[in-house]
């Protein structure tokens, strides 16, 4: 299993909804040795299979009120008390890998891109692909560290 997980969410019929997905593209057309890349829409609780044997995970996706050009934060286990179960934070998939497996998740940081523009048929504005390329540079600098972190003792 590839050490390295990176999740680009985000619906790319959106306008700058489509930052993760983009960049997962992006990293795509790379070389890079024992990095898995994954897209979708929305997290789920079965992401949580995905983790297993990572030594890291980044989530990537848009946000409407990071500072820009991006924020990198460590992301921790916390259960999601919402009453659906349609989309989970990073956060939420953290935690059900903890209960689900009954040992610390992965390492996890969330990637959020700054997006102005996320209405349906729009394209990735001006701002946000600046930020992609920003984003994009950032992860490429990291990708060893990230590949370096190792999973907590259980």
């Known amino acids: 299993m590839l050490k390295l997980l990176i999740i680009g969410i985000g619906n790319p019929s959106r306008g700058d ?4 997905p983009m960049l997962i593209e992006r990293l795509a057309e790379r070389d890079l040795a024992e990095v898995e890349l994954l897209t979708d829409f929305q997290l789920q609780v079965e992401y949580l299979l995905d983790l297993q044997g990572r030594s890291a995970v980044v989530f990537v996706d848009a946000s409407v009120s990071c500072q820009a050009p991006f924020v990198c934060s460590q992301a921790s286990a916390r ?9 989970l934070s990073p956060e939420a998939v953290l935690s059900a890998y903890a209960v689900h497996y009954r040992c610390a998740p992965p390492v ?31 992860v490429l600098g990291r990708i060893e560290q990230w590949l370096a972190a190792r999973p907590e003792e259980t």
């Open 79 to 87: 259960p999601d008390h919402t009453l659906s179960t349609h989309a």
């Open 108 to 138: 996890a940081y969330v990637l959020a891109i700054r997006g102005y523009s996320f209405e349906l048929g729009d394209a990735l504005s001006a701002a946000a692909t600046d930020n992609l390329a920003a984003a994009e540079a950032f």
């Open 17 to 20: 909804d489509a930052l993760g």
